[in-house]
């Protein structure tokens, strides 16, 4: 059974930073892509980042520059590191698996 989840969320500052982390288990972790994924309240769920099993990565424009994916085959996790936050970065995180599953989500909350 392959699980997902996330960790890392929390309330920070405009300006800060975060590292979201994404433990996975149950599939050959290193041969698929990993993504982030964010959710504000009321829009729809958005792609954020991916990386794929040759650790190419690939980013929306709201976040290019500002965030960096990266991924760790021999622990099985994902890491999406978040620089220079806005109130606009608020929302749920999500990682999903190359094969379709997601976590249950991490809250980032960042504040004028």
């Not at 792609?47 to 990266?70: E, L, P």
Request: proline share 1%; hydrophobic share 30%; aromatic share 10%.
């Amino acid at each position: 059974q392959v699980q997902v989840e996330e960790s890392g969320g929390g309330l920070v500052q405009a300006g800060a930073s975060l590292r979201l982390s994404c433990k996975v288990s149950g599939l050959d972790f290193r041969l698929f892509t990993m993504g982030w994924y964010r959710q504000a309240t009321g829009k729809s769920r958005e792609f954020v980042a991916d990386i794929n099993s040759a650790h190419s990565m690939k980013y929306s424009s709201a976040v290019k520059g500002r965030f960096g994916i990266s991924r760790d085959n021999s622990e099985n996790m994902v890491y999406i590191q978040m620089d220079t936050l806005k109130p606009e970065d608020t929302g749920v995180y999500y990682c999903k698996d190359g094969m379709g599953n997601w976590g249950q989500g991490t809250q980032v909350t960042v504040s004028t």
